[in-house]
């Protein structure tokens, strides 16, 4: 079993990185699904004209994140209820999010700290 990390870079209007990244404060679905290992939000720093958070989920193999995927693709296309990004708050505000790309990595080696 090989694991794996997918790394989606959303690209957010600059000084709103903190409103797109309290959405994944809290454990989504995705915190459930067989071979989910862990979730890290990061934040890029020092970049001059926007924002990016890096979202990061690490999976027990890569046939588990594709399952997960696939199980997205379903719900959606079946009209289950997912969560609603606004196009607008109740202020007025507009979608902070500029664009997403998704990636995905074979972990090759891993070093953990001695004990």
């Not at 790394?7 to 600059?14: G, Y």
């Not at 000084?15 to 989910?36: I, L, M």
């Not at 989920?57 to 997205?72: H, M, P």
Request: glycine share 6%; hydrophobic share 35%.
């Amino acid at each position: 079993m090989t694991q794996m990390i997918a790394v989606n870079v959303i690209s957010i209007e600059r000084g709103r990185a903190k409103e797109v990244a309290d959405r994944f404060a809290n454990p989504k679905s995705v915190h459930t699904f067989p071979g989910f290992i862990r979730m890290e939000v990061l934040q890029k720093e020092n970049l001059e004209d926007h924002d990016e958070l890096h979202i990061c989920t690490t999976w027990n193999e890569e046939a588990d994140f594709k399952n997960w995927l696939e199980s997205r693709a379903n719900g959606k296309a079946h009209g289950e209820q997912q969560e609603k990004k606004p196009a607008a708050d109740g202020e007025g505000k507009s979608n902070p999010i500029l664009g997403a790309e998704l990636s995905t990595y074979t972990v090759v080696h891993r070093h953990l700290p001695a004990e």
